[in-house]
């Protein structure tokens, strides 16, 4: 269903200002997953009556399994917390489809920095941090890129069936 992607419609401004802000600051501020939570919770009776259950577990486990990572060095708290709270508006009939997206978009995100770097080189700082801070990676690129990919997925899936 096309109408169960509206509460992830209501979050694309916020996903803009976490990439930019990741980009710029590799950092996501606690108030955009502040923000993402609050369009969540106003967004609950949008949702089928089972499937808040789900959401919840969902991004609990998300989390859970983002928080082990962030202990061993190898995510950062931003995307530790942005993470799970989009997936909060991920209907489960999309999760695997949120899966393929994200994926797509870690790589596009790799390539995408990689090809910024290099174009740079060694002119200088570009006031990006993403681009002048060697082996760091602005995954909220990414979070933000699968988030306002898998609505139109979702509908260009659903006007060809």
């Excluded at 509460?7 to 803009?16: G, R």
């Excluded at 919770?41 to 499937?51: I, Y």
């Excluded at 602005?138 to 006007?159: D, H, K, Y």
Aim: positive net charge; without cysteine.
């Amino acid at each position: 269903m096309i109408g169960n992607m509206i509460p992830m419609l209501l979050l694309a401004p916020l996903l803009v200002a976490v990439a930019f802000g990741d980009l710029a600051r590799l950092r996501i501020s606690n108030r955009l997953v502040l923000a993402a939570l609050i369009i969540f919770a106003t967004s609950v009776p949008l949702f089928a009556p089972d499937e808040l259950g789900l959401r919840l577990a969902a991004g609990v486990a998300v989390f859970l399994a983002l928080a082990v990572l962030f202990a061993l060095g190898l995510m950062g708290g931003g995307d530790v917390k942005m993470l799970p709270a989009v997936v909060l508006f991920v209907p489960p009939e999309h999760w695997g489809n949120f899966a393929l997206v994200l994926s797509a978009a870690l790589l596009a995100g790799v390539a995408g920095v990689g090809v910024a770097r290099a174009a740079v080189g060694s002119r200088g700082p570009t006031g990006w941090l993403a681009i002048d801070t060697p082996r760091a990676f602005p995954m909220g690129v990414s979070i933000a890129l699968a988030g306002l990919l898998l609505p139109i997925l979702a509908v260009t899936v659903q006007f060809f069936r």
